[in-house]
């Protein structure tokens, strides 16, 4: 199994560690609730190096980003990002994913774990551009919550108020003595005269307020144990992948390889702001033809009664089956459980009756809009 | 197998991490601390009925933690005499006490002689090292 570079701080912190696509990742460390709430009231620092860091750079970079994704990124300004959906020539998805422009012919996209080799042989089949495959070189950390930004401001003297959400930007962390560069072959970027070069962006998994700081692996354990101690006494915990799905969920955020396995278009997952028609991209046409089939359609479902949707449980109107269940939790907010499930289109309002069955028995639920917790 | 699980030397365990406690001829039964460290936190159960008739290995409760479900069997053959209602709304009584405030029902024995057959302490320490 593949480590990131934080391993061996994660032991020590006592996480347990589990299998996620093929990397040992903490899964939780003292609690899954407790560091869910961490995040939801104060802050939580994840490592999630497991993100894939593709670099595509040079004069056609831009072009072709456009024809491979779903979203434009046409004329976005140096230090943007957006959210996009990649897919095949079917329409199909092959994974979601964040790309940001980090200097002017220079974009850096980041796929899910698990889909990482496949979207790099997908990008190459497909574009004239350089890309290379950073992944093994760059940590990434991200802190959430809402006291996130006050504990990264003690870091740093870059000014964190201006930077904006999906914004990014080159920021010196002053953690240690020595002038660390942050893939200086690629960017060629001034060394700082001491402190440790990042890339930030304002963004994340959780809903809250928070960054993703992205930093080389040799400089990782000192930022990892910096964030630490300047978050302590704002109550920031390390948090696991467990607090993470939870987070997520709560927003109906996707999760790559559970609500989507490369069978559903983004016309069935969603989210529709994620498609911008005006522009040419693979898998546009398929999405055209489809639109005026009956589909099935991801949707937010939340329980009546007291029980717990999971991965696999089918939904019933009248009887019938109509849907599935592909992520399922209790919201700690909420006190309910919800999921995402397909279910065929008609049925798919929010305000819809369903029955869930669990375990044989059927559940009362409903549709409801995303996100379950309403807008952070 | 990891030091900081409490195993309880008066108890009889399952296979199945389940601890059973003898009481005037009735055993009360819960999820060990093992189960419950594997389940991380539980945050919904489903209890058994009262005056159900169980069967030794019948599923008889389930325990759901935010990653996780878990069922609970019947250690014995019997009949479910009390469920412990308060887990309903304090479902992280298993986390936080498995032996003692998060026991799960009281189950009245058919056959006495069957507590025989459960593991002791040791037999179950030996099954956690496997």
Redesign the interface.
């Known amino acids: 199994m593949k480590r990131t570079p934080l391993y061996l701080a994660h032991k020590d912190l006592g996480a347990?560690l589990i299998d996620f696509a093929g990397w040992e990742m903490p899964?939780?460390y003292t609690?899954?609730?407790e560091e869910?709430r961490a995040v939801r009231e104060a802050a939580g620092l994840f490592d999630v190096s497991h993100m894939g860091n593709l670099m595509i750079c040079g004069e056609g970079a831009e072009d072709d980003l456009r024809n491979l994704l779903t979203n434009d990124i046409k004329g976005i300004p140096e230090g943007r990002g957006i959210y996009a959906h990649m897919l095949d020539n079917e329409g199909l998805i092959i994974d979601d994913a964040m790309v940001f422009r980090i200097l002017s012919k220079a974009y850096m996209l980041m796929p899910n774990a698990a889909t990482v080799s496949r979207v790099e042989e997908w990008i190459m089949e497909h574009v004239q551009s350089e890309v290379t495959n950073v992944t093994d070189r760059i940590v990434t950390l991200a802190i959430q919550g809402p006291r996130a930004a006050s504990i990264l401001q003690k870091l740093t003297e870059y000014d964190l108020s201006k930077l904006k959400r999906m914004r990014g930007a080159f920021i010196t962390l002053q953690i240690g003595e020595d002038a660390q560069a942050f893939l200086p072959e690629i960017f060629q970027v001034d060394l700082p005269l001491a402190g440790i070069h990042s890339y930030v962006m304002r963004s994340g998994y959780t809903g809250e307020d928070g960054f993703e700081i992205l930093i080389e692996a040799d400089n990782s354990i000192l930022v990892w144990n910096a964030i630490l101690d300047a978050g302590h006494s704002y109550g920031l915990i390390p948090c696991g992948l467990?607090a993470r799905d939870?987070l997520r969920l709560e927003m109906g955020f996707l999760l790559s390889g559970t609500d989507f396995n490369g069978e559903q278009s983004t016309l069935q997952t969603g989210p529709e702001w994620a498609i911008k028609w005006e522009h040419q991209f693979i898998g546009r046409d398929s999405l055209l033809k489809q639109r005026d089939k009956i589909l099935t359609k991801l949707v937010g479902v939340e329980l009546l009664e007291?029980?717990?949707p999971?991965h696999g449980n089918i939904i019933r109107v009248d009887g019938s089956n109509i849907g599935m269940i592909t992520s399922g939790?209790?919201s700690?907010l909420l006190g309910k459980?919800i999921a995402l499930a397909y279910v065929n289109e008609e049925f798919s309002m929010p305000g819809q009756e369903l029955d869930v069955i669990i375990?044989d028995k059927s559940v009362q639920a409903k549709v409801v809009r995303l996100p379950f917790i309403g807008k952070r | 197998m990891a030091d900081n699980i409490e195993i309880r030397e008066d108890l009889r365990y399952t296979t199945n991490d389940e601890w059973v406690k003898i009481e005037n001829g009735n055993i009360r039964i819960g999820i060990t601390d093992h189960a419950q460290q594997q389940l991380t936190d539980v945050v919904f159960v489903e209890l058994p009925k009262l005056g159900t008739i169980v069967k030794r290995g019948d599923v008889i409760g389930q325990v759901e933690s935010v990653k996780t479900v878990a069922s609970i069997n019947a250690p014995v053959n019997g009949e479910v005499i009390e469920v412990n209602e308060r887990l309903d709304d304090l479902p992280h009584l298993f986390n936080e006490s498995p032996y003692d405030e998060g026991w799960l029902a009281v189950i009245k024995m058919k056959d006495s002689s069957e507590y025989d057959d459960l593991l002791d302490a040791d037999e179950y320490r030996k099954k956690l090292d496997e």
């Open positions: 347990r899964i939780q609690s899954i609730l869910y467990g939870l007291k029980a717990i999971r939790t209790m700690p459980g375990r």
